[in-house]
């Protein structure tokens, strides 16, 4: 079996975890979930990498790669641009990779706007309310899926 190489991406203002809002997103930066994550997965015997951008032109091209680059399914928080980029999801649907959706916040307990995910209906699943621990669920969710896959 295969190595699996999960892509993480992270959208708009992520970088700035840690001090922005704690009230919604916690204290860890993002790059404290990042080291964490690779640990997980290094520890899980998965290969990870993990991406930050602020352009939604950037995230739609990083997508568009891991497509030609054989990632095996992409963990992405969109921010933002959940709510508004159909690019983001063009490009999802586009290269065929399962992808789950993580969100810090609960979304839904948010303001209205923020109810309505571009991506959901496409995504292998969703973890969102959990802060940091919303990328460690999503990563044994997509690996669990990614396993049974391969088994059938």
Not at 1 to 25: A, C, D, S, W
Not at 122 to 144: E, K, R
């Amino acid at each position: 079996m295969k190595q699996l190489h999960i892509l993480v991406l992270n959208g708009p203002n992520l970088n700035l975890l840690g001090t922005r809002e704690p009230g919604h997103y916690g204290a860890e930066t993002l790059a404290d979930i990042n080291q964490k994550l690779i640990s997980l997965a290094d520890n899980l015997g998965v290969e990870l990498t993990t991406l930050q951008s602020n352009h939604e032109g950037e995230l739609v091209e990083h997508i568009q790669k891991a497509g030609e680059d054989g990632i095996d399914a992409i963990l992405i928080n969109p921010a933002a641009y959940t709510h508004t980029s159909v690019a983001i999801r063009d490009a999802l649907l586009a290269t065929c990779i399962p992808f789950v959706e993580v969100h810090l916040s609960n979304i839904h307990k948010r303001e209205e706007f923020r109810h309505r995910s571009l991506l959901v209906d496409a995504a292998v699943g969703t973890v969102a309310g959990f802060g940091p621990s919303s990328y460690t669920m999503a990563l044994h969710g997509i690996i669990a899926h990614l396993q049974h896959k391969q088994g059938e």
